[in-house]
Nanobody, 125 residues
Framework: VQLQASGGGLVQAGGSLRLSCVAS????????MAWFRQAPGKEREFVAA????????YYGNSVKGRFTISRDSAKNTVYLQMESLEPEDTANYYC???????????????????WGQGTQVTVSS
């Protein structure tokens, strides 16, 4: 499975962005898909995820209520709609996927075998 993330950019605080992650390769299998982010000097942080079945969504505490994860299965694409962006949201955003992850590990980066290259989001104050 290959993942291609896009949609990052520079936005003012309070603005919005939508990130996209397109999956290619073995997309006929059920994939859990997630977004993580990493700011300079900080550890990678869980942002949002879909379970393998697509029936569950998960959000990190810092983005709950502001970010929304969605998917278009026909396009093998997962989106991250980000609203009310804050300077603290500045980071490189990565999409990740797994065909085997358990629900209990959805928020952990170790559970994901496939990673995209990242897209930079910068929020100015």
């Amino acid at each position: 499975v290959q993942l291609q993330a896009s949609g990052g950019g520079l936005v003012q605080a309070g603005g919005s962005l939508r990130l996209s992650c397109v999956a290619s390769g073995r997309t006929s299998i059920n994939l859990a898909m997630a977004w993580f982010r990493q700011a300079p000097g900080k550890e990678r942080e869980f942002v949002a995820a879909f379970s393998r079945s697509g029936g569950y969504t998960y959000y990190g505490n810092s983005v709950k209520g502001r970010f929304t994860i969605s998917r278009d299965s026909a396009k093998n694409t997962v989106y991250l709609q980000m609203e009310s962006l804050e300077p603290e949201d500045t980071a490189n955003y990565y999409c990740a996927a797994s065909s085997t992850i358990k629900l209990s590990r959805t928020r952990t980066e170790e559970g994901y075998a496939y990673w995209g290259q990242g897209t930079q989001v910068t929020v100015s104050s």
